[in-house]
């Protein structure tokens, strides 16, 4: 468990100086992060849990926007061996969301390594990304604005320059080009509460071209003030060995990969409450979710982008709940305590809140669970450990261990000197 350094400044925000964490609904939005749909001519399951998601998930939720980190299409032939890129299974990824009026400003897809397969260069006739998806802009800055503030969501385009055929281009790669993009998107999002990254390659599966000196600019110092990278790509690993991967890199970056949509039907909840970040992932399948927004997973505190001190300030546990039934009863444990104090629901919205006094847990890390019921019988229960003097628990997981490694680097310095550099010298055109 590590203190966090109290003299970290918060940076200026555009909420209220008097915004507390109470009963009321307000400072709050909430957005769906999914990847790796896999839209297949030979694999009808993948189309159906893309249909399934949109039709059901998305009305159950009601997010502000979807980010969708790559692999929109497979790209494979019959025999899922060979990869080719397919029109018709974009052609059939425009459908899908047409049938049901996903627009532009709602919908931030970005390209996965199947969705670059055979593509020689960005503006070949078969680079599919440019005509079908939503965004058809590969690397782009979305900003939305509330009363209390604006976030942007920037994307990454981690394709290599050339897209080699299947499996070659399962690491992603980025150049001087790619930063250079980076750094005038960071600087238009600048005054944003918060930032989001979307890039389908977690960093672990990422090449970096190595600065000539320590004094230029690098995607670690760069992203210092980006809140958290979204990503997808490695689909739990084999049999779902991975559950859980996150991580938070010592520039204060949180990284957060997602499970895939195609088989494993996951989707992430990410809420931010008065510019506190709290995520919640789940299956498209079940219908009833549950995200803890205060007090925070004290795994992923942000000192320098977070006002973390409202937590210890705040006179409501709050959480939001997403159900297709009416709820029963909602029962909140802290270090194994149950609560006396009962929830309530906050007018016709999914936010509930129940009093507490958070100076009893003034020292330390401690525990929350939360279990929701359902007139149906059905019960959910979350939980996560928070802290108020800024002590965090460790991120342990196979799934941190990957996203903390550093395979691409290895590979890049391993594997790719052997390898003519057709795939990174091109010359590198707009994306």
């Not at 159900?323 to 444990?333: E, G, M, P, T």
Request: with cysteine; hydrophobic share 35%; net charge neutral.
């Amino acid at each position: 468990m590590d203190k966090l350094d109290k003299n970290v400044l918060q940076k200026e925000k555009k909420y209220s100086k008097n915004a507390k964490l109470n009963e009321k609904y307000g400072n709050i939005f909430y957005f769906v992060h999914i990847s790796d749909l896999h839209v297949s001519r030979y694999v009808p399951s993948n189309i159906k849990n893309l249909r399934y998601f949109l039709s059901n998930t998305m009305k159950l939720v009601g997010p502000s926007f979807v980010v969708v980190s790559g692999d929109l299409t497979d790209a494979k032939d019959k025999y899922m061996l060979a990869s080719y890129q397919h029109e018709i299974e974009w052609k059939m990824y425009q459908k899908i969301l047409d049938e049901h009026n996903i627009t532009s400003d709602k919908w931030f897809d970005v390209r996965g390594n199947h969705d670059c397969f055979d593509v020689p260069e960005a503006t070949s006739p078969l680079n599919f990304f440019k005509k079908y998806s939503r965004s058809k802009k590969m690397e782009y800055v979305k900003t939305i604005r509330f009363p209390f503030g604006e976030y942007s969501v920037i994307s990454l385009d981690g394709c290599p320059n050339y897209g080699a055929a299947r499996p070659f281009n399962f690491f992603g790669y980025f150049d001087d080009y790619d930063l250079h993009n980076l750094q005038i998107n960071l600087e238009s999002a600048k005054d944003s509460n918060h930032i989001f990254i979307s890039n389908h390659y977690p960093l672990s599966t990422m090449m970096f071209k190595k600065p000539k000196d320590l004094s230029q600019r690098t995607f670690q110092n760069m992203t210092a003030d980006v809140s958290m990278l979204l990503c997808g790509h490695l689909h739990k690993l084999i049999g779902g060995l991975a559950h859980e991967m996150y991580a938070l890199h010592p520039n204060g970056l949180t990284e957060l990969e997602i499970g895939d949509m195609k088989e494993n039907s996951q989707f992430r909840i990410i809420a931010v409450d008065h510019d506190l970040l709290s995520f919640y992932d789940g299956n498209i399948y079940d219908d009833l979710h549950i995200v803890i927004l205060n007090p925070k997973d004290s795994r992923f505190l942000m000192p320098s982008k977070e006002p973390i001190h409202l937590i210890k300030e705040s006179s409501h546990i709050r959480i939001l709940v997403f159900n297709s039934a009416n709820i029963k009863n909602i029962q909140c444990f802290i270090d194994g305590k149950m609560l006396p104090s009962k929830f309530k629901r906050t007018l016709d919205t999914n936010l509930w809140s129940l009093e507490w006094n958070p100076h009893q847990y003034a020292k330390g890390i401690h525990t929350i669970k939360i279990t929701v019921a359902d007139v149906h019988g059905k019960h959910k229960s979350v939980g996560n450990e928070f802290s108020l003097d800024l002590t965090r628990s460790e991120v342990e997981s196979t799934g941190n261990i990957i996203l903390e490694s550093r395979i691409g680097v290895y590979f890049n310095s391993k594997v790719v000197r052997c390898i003519p550099e057709v795939t990174q010298e091109l010359p590198r055109l707009e994306k």
